[in-house]
């Protein structure tokens, strides 16, 4: 993505097709919130109160676009397209902005904070199984494939900026419950909105808090741009 540039972003709310995604539901509070790996939102509905068959919000993307050299750039999903996106799953590599396939990174991270809890207090014990959501997690990138080394936010004991959960390292976490995907722009032609892609990477996390009545009826969402 071209520094210094004008942009825009806007979380768009809409009625929509579903996509053939890995996704996971976020539901430690009184929200159920389905959240998939190609940074589709609620896909399915946001169910407040969950079990109740209400759905506030059928899905929710986000759209980023701007201008570069008067040539507009943009990624979108529109209510109207069906299986077509502007984003993929998956990081971009930091030298040639080019995007691996899709399929290997259609995959969306969830952890609970009990589950690094209990990860911290027993990683050192006899029959301990890491949680599939500890042991997976996107830490450090893949060696050898050009991507930024740090994916995802990590506690990182040894400062070797190398995921280890096996020593006791976990993710780092907002809430009580979370779910982390990572995507871009630059995979393949922009059939949803036609426009040029920006080589844009997006890391999201959507979390949730348990037993916080304030925010019971709440699901966030933090995202950064690459």
């Known amino acids: 993505m071209q520094k210094g540039q004008t942009f825009w972003i806007l979380l768009l709310f809409t009625v929509t097709g579903l996509c053939a995604q890995s996704r996971t539901v976020l539901n430690a509070n009184n929200v159920s919130a389905p959240i998939s790996a190609n940074g589709l939102l609620f896909s399915g509905g946001l169910e407040i109160p969950k079990g109740s068959g209400i759905n506030s919000i059928s899905s929710a993307q986000i759209w980023i676009g ?59 014990k006899e029959g301990y199984t890491t949680p599939d959501g500890i042991k997976n997690w996107p830490g450090s990138s893949p060696q050898g494939q050009g991507f930024a080394q740090i994916l995802a936010p990590f506690v990182d004991f040894n400062t070797n900026r190398i995921y280890e959960p096996e020593l006791g390292e976990y993710p780092y976490i907002k809430g009580d419950e979370a779910a982390y995907f990572i995507i871009n722009d630059n995979l393949a032609t922009h059939h949803a909105t036609g426009g040029l892609p920006m080589g844009v990477e997006v890391h999201g996390m959507a979390y949730q808090f348990t037993n916080t009545p304030e925010v019971e009826n709440t699901v966030f969402l933090k995202l950064s741009f690459k």
């Open 66 to 124: 701007g201008k570069s050299n008067n040539q507009l750039h943009i990624a979108a999903r529109l209510h109207d397209s069906l299986k077509q996106n502007d984003f993929w799953a998956g990081p971009l590599n930091t030298t040639t902005g080019a995007a691996q396939d899709s399929t290997t990174w259609n995959k969306i991270f969830k952890v609970t904070a009990q589950e690094i809890t209990l990860h911290r207090q027993n990683y050192k």
